[in-house]
């Protein structure tokens, strides 16, 4: 098993294009699992995590409701916004500046087999990064991501996560708000939940964060809880 990591910045890149980056990655990887059931000395398959922050866009998961926007897409663009429909887990989530985006390209056969664990793996490297900026992330029942003050009027959404995943390899991922524009989710349902609210990182404090502080804190619980190491 390799837990070894490799890490990549991806720095300001348009969604479709890394979309297509990921691919590419998600893809090879298949095709080294796929080569390595017939192989003598099987390879070792490598494991990604991209970090990219996108220009504004709105993406629909494969079962997601296209009400969910809630205007045209000539709006979007009046907005500097692109739309996709994508093949991702779960409904309409928006991605923007000041938005960490993380996308673990891993063959979970490396660590462990379970879709549920992994998703939850996400969410904890999330509360654990909140708790080290003095918030209190929660889980909601029946809700992928993390959220503030689960269970309250005041429930509100501060991380997304959304993945797809083949023979145990996965793409997409997460999307945690740190000084993103909040008013471009009031263009839509953000993933498809009606009563509940979004937030930023940057809202809750009060103040500007910089996004490689967080990043660091979320690559170190990414690290510990997958007890992984850089490539």
Not at 27 to 48: E, G, V
Not at 105 to 129: A, Q
Request: net charge neutral; aromatic share 10%; with cysteine.
């Amino acid at each position: 098993m390799n837990k070894t990591v490799d890490i990549r910045e991806l720095g300001f890149r348009d969604y479709k294009e890394t979309w297509e980056y990921q691919e590419r990655l998600f893809s090879d990887l298949l095709q080294l699992k796929s080569s390595n059931r017939k192989a003598d000395q099987p390879q070792p398959t490598p494991n990604y995590l991209l970090f990219v922050e996108h220009p504004h866009v709105y993406t629909l998961g494969k079962s997601g409701d296209r009400n969910n926007l809630l205007v045209p897409e000539t709006v979007l663009a009046e907005r500097g916004a692109t739309f996709y429909h994508i093949n991702r887990g779960g409904d309409i989530t928006y991605h923007g500046p000041g938005q960490i985006v993380g996308y673990p390209i891993l063959d979970l056969e490396n660590f462990f087999t379970d879709i549920h664990k992994y998703l939850r793996f996400l969410e904890e490297m999330v509360i654990l990064t909140l708790a080290d900026f003095g918030l209190k992330g929660e889980r909601s029942p029946g809700e992928t991501g993390v959220w503030l003050d689960v269970g309250t009027p005041q429930a509100r959404k501060i991380c997304a996560m959304g993945v797809r995943a083949s023979r145990w390899v996965t793409m997409h991922g997460f999307a945690l708000n740190v000084n993103t524009d909040l008013s471009y989710f009031d263009l839509m349902v953000p993933c498809g939940i009606r009563d509940k609210g979004v937030t930023s990182l940057s809202a809750e404090l009060g103040r500007h964060t910089p996004l490689q502080e967080v990043k660091t804190r979320l690559l170190h619980h990414f690290m510990t809880l997958f007890e992984a190491r850089p490539a």
